[in-house]
């Protein structure tokens, strides 16, 4: 099992930028793909974006493509989520998440964080 801490949520404006943090344990953290996935008030829990164990390999929705930048430091097992360019529509809880394997399957992740709050401001 892994524990997973996510942290650096909180309010910003349109068009300003944001990172989150994630710190896991428990498992040798190479071994598996990360992910962040995020949920808006009244909506399903969605992909974001996700990233394979040796950090060669990332997926983004296509909602975040080009805005968000998923990246992963194995010697800290941490991962991490730059956000810029931040819209409204950003407004969610996030979640960081641990998948089964080192590749990527974004139906996949069966260990999650508790979550932080992301509130982006027009």
């Known amino acids: 099992q892994v524990q997973l801490v996510e942290s650096g949520g909180g309010l910003v404006q349109a068009g300003g930028s944001l990172r989150l943090s994630c710190a896991a344990s428990?498992?040798?953290?190479?071994?598996?793909?990360m992910g962040w996935f995020r949920q808006a008030p009244g909506k399903e829990r969605e992909f974001v974006a996700a990233i394979t164990g040796s950090g060669g390999f990332t997926d983004y929705a296509d909602s975040v493509k080009g805005r968000f930048t998923i990246i992963r430091d194995n010697a800290e097992n941490s991962v991490y989520l730059q956000m810029s360019s931040l819209k409204p529509e950003d407004t969610a809880v996030y979640y960081c998440a641990a998948g089964r394997a080192s590749f990527i399957v974004r139906n996949g992740f069966a260990s999650w964080g508790q979550g932080t709050q992301v509130t982006v401001s027009s």
């Open positions: 428990g498992r040798t953290f190479r071994s598996y793909s």
